[in-house]
């Protein structure tokens, strides 16, 4: 009996071997298998197109055409081309899916999650974001589930291939953007991690602004900023002809926000938050300590540097116009006081996104499209980590948890702002989140699991590849 059992048990082993075995080399979707070149397999996958492969030590670089449909609802109404790139490791590996919900970078790049679970990258690029853009543009269909079903798409094409756990992630409106695609498609990805998610609820109700501008970082600071703010508005007459000089000599023009005058003071109430959003409380030495005092030339300079006087010109918004269209239809945009400004000096306020898009582009806000996701979110959220900055003043309005959640969290980085992660949480935390995420992306070691203490990221860091690409072209841009 026992020499019948051992029989047996060796011949379940081979018939398990010889099922890897097959499974291996057996033909994916695209009807390539694993020996086939990764490029050609990539290449086999229908509407998938080559524009060119970059090298990089390690890994094999692609930045990729796939043809998706302008209308996910009516596929046979239209498609455009979607810029995707591909970081390929190893099939072996698993995958983060990676969106900055702007434009894609064509640089090889690696966010954190990649490098904590040492794995693939697959990047997006959001639609209507250039050359991402339909043609003719229908702007009715930009919106956050078209968007997610661009993901669900890619992410079923290439599945085939990568066979191993994905995790989807971003920062800022690419945080949002995957939250988003979890909510729509939560059978897709294994994990998310999202990083400084700003979480606009209710459009209309924007207190926990003023609340987050009244406390952020030291009195001193938030006295020096708002003196500077206060006197560009006070000065508005000599530093706005600095700024007509400046257009001229730089090309730019006010069609879209409608005058300079409204671009001028838009850049100037963007200051203090634009500071928050990017820089770090000791970088308040750099702001003038004496505003009143300043010359015309140091005001001009602390503004220009921190907020962009460019950014409400035509072509400062232009870039962004896909942007500023989401935020006046669906993700909703902050408003602000500004209580150490006498009112006489604020002609217009913080303007709408309607302002920084072209009036031939219509537009209609949806109040219940955040309603929906922030009650899903609530409830549903499965495998989710939330990661925000505690000086970053998008995280006033964050993503919460309610009773229904489970296997998630929402993490705060102490002192960081807008470029918050993983690496500048407390120790606790930060062991928390890079266990989680090693264990959903199914590489956590059996003395991870036991102990969150012993997770570490695994790939070492690389100076390039994990460069983080915190974009400053506008504050009032998450």
């Known amino acids: 009996m026992r020499k019948a059992l051992r029989w047996l048990l060796a011949l379940t082993v081979l018939i398990g071997t010889l099922g890897t075995a097959g499974a291996a080399t057996a033909a994916d979707a695209t009807g390539t298998d694993a020996t086939t070149d990764i490029k ?48 390929h490791k190893d099939v072996a590996r698993p995958t983060v899916f990676f969106t900055s919900g702007y434009n894609v970078s064509t640089t090889p ?13 697959v990047s997006l690029e959001y639609r209507f974001f250039t050359p991402s853009r339909p043609a003719p543009a229908d702007w009715s269909k930009l919106d956050i589930w ?42 897709d990805m ?43 508005l006070v000065r508005r007459e000599p530093l706005e002809k600095k700024y007509a000089a400046y257009a001229q000599d730089n090309g730019l023009t006010f069609k879209t926000i409608g005058s300079l005058d409204k671009a001028y003071e838009a850049v100037v109430l963007d200051y203090v938050w634009g500071f928050w959003q990017y820089s770090r409380l000791k970088d308040c030495d750099q702001i003038p300590a004496d ?20 950014a409400y010109a035509d072509q400062g918004l232009e870039t962004y116009t896909p942007y500023y269209y989401q ?39 949806q109040p219940q499209a955040m309603r929906d996701v922030d009650t899903w979110v609530r409830h549903n959220a499965r495998r989710m980590l939330f990661v925000y900055g505690q000086n970053d003043p998008w995280g006033a309005e964050p993503f919460r948890l309610g009773q229904g959640a489970k296997d998630s969290y929402v993490l705060t980085a102490p002192g960081m702002n807008h470029g918050a992660n993983v690496a500048g949480l407390v120790p606790e935390q930060k062991d928390l989140a890079t266990a989680r995420i090693l ?29 983080r690409d915190t974009q400053r072209e506008m504050t009032l841009r998450p």
């Open 40 to 87: 050609e397999r990539l290449l086999s996958i229908p509407g998938m197109s080559l524009v060119e492969e970059k090298p990089y030590t390690g890994y094999r670089f692609f930045v990729l055409n796939y043809t998706q449909p302008v209308d996910h609802r009516k596929p046979s109404k239209g498609t455009f081309q979607q810029r995707i790139t591909v970081l």
């Open 109 to 121: 790049r690696r966010s954190e999650p990649t490098q904590i679970v040492d794995g693939n990258q």
């Open 439 to 467: 264990d959903w992306a199914g590489v956590a070691s059996s003395a991870v699991q036991a102990d969150p203490q012993a997770a570490k990221p695994l790939a070492k860091y690389d100076a390039k590849l994990d460069k």
């Open 146 to 187: 078209q968007a997610a079903s661009d993901q669900h798409r890619v992410f079923k094409a290439l599945k085939g291939i990568y066979g191993k756990k994905w995790i989807s992630t971003g920062g800022s409106k690419g945080g949002m953007t995957a939250t988003y695609y979890e909510r729509f498609y939560p059978r």
């Open 291 to 310: 505003a009143k005092n300043a010359t015309d030339d140091q005001i001009w300079d602390s503004v220009d540097t921190i907020s962009g006087f460019s």
């Open 190 to 232: 294994d994990g998310v991690v999202a990083y400084v998610a700003p979480n606009d609820v209710v459009n209309k109700e924007d207190s926990a602004y003023d609340r987050f501008f009244a406390r952020v970082g030291t009195k001193e600071c938030r006295d020096r900023l708002n003196a500077v703010q206060r006197e560009a």
């Open 327 to 365: 935020a006046g239809t669906q993700l909703g945009a902050p408003t602000i006081e500004f209580p150490h400004i006498e009112k006489k000096y604020i002609r217009y306020g913080y303007q709408p996104p309607r302002n920084f898009v072209p009036r031939d582009i219509p537009m209609k806000f």
